[in-house]
């Protein structure tokens, strides 16, 4: 159901906006994590705080990262090198 619903919405994406095309590798990768991170929060995320907590932080640094990246509508690079703007 996750793998459905995020290939719909990537259709979606990639219908409104042909210029940027995420690849397969990464967008199977990304759906990966998230289906990862569910199984996580059903198995641990029961009465644990520190799961909760760490799972948070990764949640907030992970917006803020890819809300600058569509922001910046790819002037941005998620990298290891310098950051540069144009």
């Not at 409104?16 to 569910?38: C, E, G, K, Q, W």
């Not at 705080?49 to 990764?58: D, G, K, P, R, Y």
């Not at 922001?71 to 998620?78: E, L, S």
């Amino acid at each position: 159901m996750y793998m459905i619903a995020g290939l719909c919405m990537l259709k979606l994406y990639q219908t409104r906006h042909p210029d940027i095309n995420a690849s397969a590798y990464a967008a199977y990768a990304s759906f990966a994590l998230v289906i990862t991170l569910t199984v996580l929060g059903v198995v641990f995320g029961k009465n644990d705080v520190w799961f909760w907590v760490i799972f948070s932080a990764i949640h907030i640094l992970a917006s803020l990262a890819l809300s600058t990246q569509i922001y910046y509508m790819g002037r941005f690079k998620i990298g290891k090198s310098p950051v540069i703007l144009y």
